[in-house]
């Protein structure tokens, strides 16, 4: 083979490598990025998943103010999701969810939704936003 059609193959091998790590799905990738949000142990942990929209929207904070939101945001964080929707429109996302509730009550009714916004960003989802509604019903 001669040199050019070696520098043709290596440079489709390499534009179909980013994008295979495109064509995860949201649903998919965000399933991953949850994963990851479960097992952090500091609000650093969590900026590598986030758009740098998300990121640069963040008030300034302290350390000591990050060491004390990051328990709750751990806290509050669902952690057996099923996707339920998923509609993309381009480098956007908007997926649906629901969770289970961890210590299931015979008293009480527990429902928890979520939608979550990801965006493309160097042929990686990340999440723009993320939000979690808990309601709890006595019986």
């Known amino acids: 083979m001669n040199r050019l059609t ?3 193959l290596s440079i489709i091998f390499q534009v179909s490598s980013l994008a295979a790590n495109a064509q995860s799905s ?7 990025l949850h994963k ?3 097992a952090a142990t500091s609000y650093a942990d969590l900026l590598p998943l986030r758009s740098t929209t998300s990121i640069a929207h963040d008030k300034p904070m302290s ?9 709750l945001f751990k806290a509050t964080l ?3 999701i099923t996707i339920t929707s ?3 429109k381009g480098t956007s996302a908007i997926l649906k969810a629901t969770a289970k509730p961890e210590n299931a009550n015979a008293n009480t009714t527990e429902t928890t939704v ?3 916004e990801l965006t493309l960003e160097k042929g990686q989802w990340k999440i723009e936003h993320e939000k979690w ?3 709890i019903v006595m019986k």
Not at 26 to 32: D, H, I, K, N, V
């Open 63 to 71: 350390k000591e103010e990050m060491d004390f939101i990051f328990p």
């Open 133 to 135: 509604d808990s309601k």
């Open 26 to 32: 949201p649903t998919e990738s965000y399933l991953e």
């Open 6 to 8: 070696l520098v043709s």
């Open 78 to 80: 669902p952690k057996n």
């Open 36 to 38: 990851k949000e479960l």
């Open 86 to 88: 998923e509609q993309v």
């Open 114 to 116: 979520g939608e979550i």
